[in-house]
C-alpha cells in the first residue's frame, strides 16, 4: 500500500500550530473529503481509501498515510496539495 510521510518544521505556539493544522484540515477536507478528529496532538483524517495523521510537536508536524489501491493513483496529487497547504498555512 502506498504511504506518504512528510515531515515540516514550524516556529508556532502549539496553539497557533493546533488552529493553523486545522486550517490544513479544512482545505484537505474540501478538496479530498476527508472526516478528521484531534486526539491529543494529533489529528486524525480518513476517508474511503485513505487514512492518516498530523502529529505536531514543538517544532515541527509530521503528517503521515495510508493509500488505498484505488487512491494510490492520486498519490502525487494528494502529496502536492498536503506539501501546499502546510507551506500556506507553516510559513
Same mark, same amino acid.
Given at each position: ?10 516556529? &508556532? ?13 479544512? &482545505? ?24 492518516? &495523521? ?23 496529487? $494528494?502529496?502536492?496539495? $498536503? ?5 500556506? &498555512?507553516?510559513?
Amino acid at each position: 500500500m502506498p504511504s506518504i510521510d512528510i515531515r515540516h518544521p514550524h516556529t &508556532k505556539t502549539p496553539a497557533q500550530a493546533r488552529k493553523a493544522v486545522d486550517g490544513v484540515a479544512k &482545505k484537505l477536507s474540501e478538496r479530498f473529503e476527508f472526516h478528521h478528529e484531534w486526539e491529543g496532538d494529533t489529528l486524525h483524517f480518513k476517508r474511503s481509501g485513505v487514512d492518516g &495523521k498530523i502529529k505536531l510537536s514543538p517544532k515541527s508536524l509530521h503528517v503521515t498515510a495510508q493509500l488505498g489501491f484505488m487512491l494510490s493513483f492520486l498519490k502525487d496529487s $494528494i502529496e502536492s496539495e $498536503i506539501k501546499r497547504v502546510l507551506g500556506e &498555512k507553516f510559513d
